[in-house]
């Protein structure tokens, strides 16, 4: 219960927190949690990490002075192709092998060979001697030392039986050298014809690897395919086979690979490398404890680290938070003065980022509201009068309708059917006035058109010509009901009642892209430049006012209610020319839409 309290109150404080104290805790908070978390990984795990990488490095040295030593291996092998492609050597073997050399013809020839063996290794450190044996078991070598004692029978097996590169054995009775050796052919013939065996110094492969860092923190020594350690800087312990249980992973392992290991108490780190395709085996053994210094190193800059970034992030977070929040506190103040009904604010803040859209669209939003209160309240104030007028047209409609029809048979019966069709014309008008509908097709439009201009043809006499021009397919376009009625009532009372003589009306109507245009003209006396500016001024709804032209402004308010503001009613006129209205409405919709509209 009093945990679910202390939830309850911590929530209603942050929820209360202003938005800079949020941003600056929440930053603190993203800085510090995820410093801590990375921080107590980081030291739970730099024991391993540093031991991967001090693993590779270690693999990457070893790899390195592995082909080292392979490379060295190698130029004894082109010293070896040398030697057996030389022809004097090749023929001193055949002749030892024939049987017939006399003791001074073998020591005059084993002289020779010896100065060739002799310059063909006096310029390397490595090699101690080099020996060639007949296969009858003459001797041509280097030094005054035997060297065939040195070898067991398994040796000289390995010898005899090897016919490319060079066979590395080491020595078990000499702790000094391994020896190198194959059997050698007649490059004429392909005929064995010979022995090569070379003394190889132990302490040449000693020197590659004993500056480097690894002989300093723990061992590094080479083995071969039986364990036996071939170079070591201790020289006691060469041809000797450690005892530790490491030995048999390593050469049942691959040819490269490290793992950790206890050797007398002590946890070691195990690294080995294989030396090109002899066998042998690079081995490192460096104690564990070298990489917990690393760490101890690692933890204490960790924590320096950690200090002062945390103390950067501070610094940062509060920063960052007043930049953010700054903008909007003082967007919150203009929201305060909006709420008071003070619509002419503006915000302003220079940026892309989301504050600055954030204000743009603050200030259009003022803008949009302004227009939009000023648009409703015309609006309204165009359905007060709309209804006002359809209420005095609803004033005992049935009772007109019915007089009129009466009006109507009694002409009819007194033999007026003049009287009778000019009734029936108002009858018709009447009713469709006080319909409900308030969208009609276009040919139903100039139909009541007609019906309008057939009373008043009565009322003026001859006083003017009526015409009409109409693109068939504008016949079926749906359009708001009345539209044309009172700009053609406004061409006879305004234009040419007051003219001297006849004059015309003519309507038409075409497409103009996606748009129909209705024109009507007359050849009136037109309208005064001052009363025309009045007008034009009341239809781009910058009058408040108007005087005149109230049926044209009624006529252009209700198509921009139906269509928008790109459309509706503009008007030209000369004085004592004519007067020429035009209309435009969208032609959307398609024929089969039209039609149905007009069957209604």
């Not at 020839?109 to 003459?138: P, T």
């Not at 019915?402 to 108002?426: C, F, M």
């Not at 459309?567 to 209205?581: A, D, P, Q």
Request: hydrophobic content about 40%.
């Amino acid at each position: 219960m009093r945990g679910t309290l202390l939830l309850s109150k911590l929530k209603r404080v942050s929820t209360d927190l202003s938005i800079r104290n949020k941003l600056f805790i929440s930053f603190l908070l993203l800085n510090f949690i995820p410093l801590a978390i990375i921080g107590a990984l980081t030291y739970q795990k730099s024991n391993l990490l540093i031991q991967e990488k001090t693993n590779d490095y270690t693999i990457d040295l070893l790899s390195e002075v592995s082909k080292n030593i392979e490379l060295n291996l190698r130029e004894i092998d082109r010293l070896y192709y040398a030697i057996f492609t030389n022809p004097e050597v090749r023929r001193a073997l055949v002749q030892a092998n024939s049987g017939q050399l006399s003791m001074v013809d073998y020591l005059s020839l084993s002289n020779g060979i010896s100065q060739i063996l002799y310059a063909a290794i006096i310029d390397r450190d490595d090699v101690e001697n080099v020996h060639l044996f007949s296969l009858n078991g003459n001797v041509f070598q280097t030094g005054n030392r035997s060297f065939a004692t040195d070898l067991n029978k398994a040796d000289w097996d390995q010898i005899m039986d090897n016919k490319g590169n060079l066979v590395w054995l080491n020595l078990d009775r000499d702790p000094l050298f391994i020896a190198g050796g194959s059997s050698i052919y007649d490059v004429d013939n392909l005929k064995k014809i010979g022995y090569f065996v070379l003394e190889y110094k132990k302490t040449a492969l000693y020197k590659y690897y004993n500056q480097i860092k690894l002989t300093q923190q723990g061992e590094l020594f080479i083995i071969d395919q039986e364990g036996q350690m071939i170079s070591h800087k201790n020289e006691s312990m060469i041809n000797s086979r450690p005892n530790a249980a490491y030995i048999n992973r390593i050469i049942g392992g691959g040819k490269q690979g490290n793992f950790s290991e206890q050797v007398d108490g002590r946890r070691q780190i195990i690294t080995y490398q294989q030396i090109g395709d002899i066998g042998w085996k690079l081995v490192s053994v460096i104690p564990a404890e070298n990489y917990w210094i690393q760490s101890l190193i690692l933890k204490n800059w960790m924590l320096l680290i950690f200090l002062s970034v945390f103390i950067l992030a501070i610094l940062l977070a509060y920063f960052t938070s007043n930049s953010i929040s700054k903008p909007i506190r003082q967007l919150s103040d203009m929201m305060k003065n909006v709420e008071h009904d003070r619509l002419d604010v503006s915000f302003q803040y220079n940026s892309r980022n989301e504050i600055g859209v954030l204000s743009r669209n603050f200030n259009r939003m003022i803008v949009r509201i302004s227009y939009l209160i000023n648009q409703v309240y015309q609006e309204e104030l165009l359905k007060q009068r709309s209804q006002l007028k359809y209420l005095m047209f609803q004033i005992n409609p049935h009772f007109l309708f019915n007089t009129l029809e009466t009006i109507n048979w009694l002409a009819r019966i007194q033999g007026a059917p003049d009287v009778g069709k000019l009734s029936k014309a108002l009858g018709d008008l009447m009713r469709e006035a006080i319909k409900g509908k308030e969208m009609v097709t276009l040919d139903r439009e100039i139909t009541n058109v007609n019906k309008y201009v057939y009373i008043q043809n009565y009322r003026y006499a001859d006083k003017f010509q009526f015409n009409i021009d109409m693109h068939p397919d504008t016949l079926r376009v749906v359009v708001p009901r009345f539209i044309l009625q009172p700009l053609v009532e406004n061409a006879i009372v305004h234009g040419l009642e007051l003219k001297l003589g006849q004059g015309s009306i003519e309507i038409r109507s075409c497409f103009q892209g996606n748009n129909l245009v209705l024109t009507v003209t007359d050849e009136g006396q037109g309208i005064e430049p001052a009363q025309l500016f009045e007008i034009q001024k009341a239809l781009s709804g910058k009058a408040e006012e108007v005087q005149t032209g109230i049926g044209l402004l009624n006529v252009h308010q209700r198509i921009q209610l139906h269509y928008g503001k790109a459309y509706g009613l503009s008007i030209h006129s000369t004085f004592g020319s004519g007067t020429t209205v035009q209309l435009v409405l969208p032609s959307s919709g398609g024929p089969g839409e039209r039609l149905s509209e007009s069957s209604t």
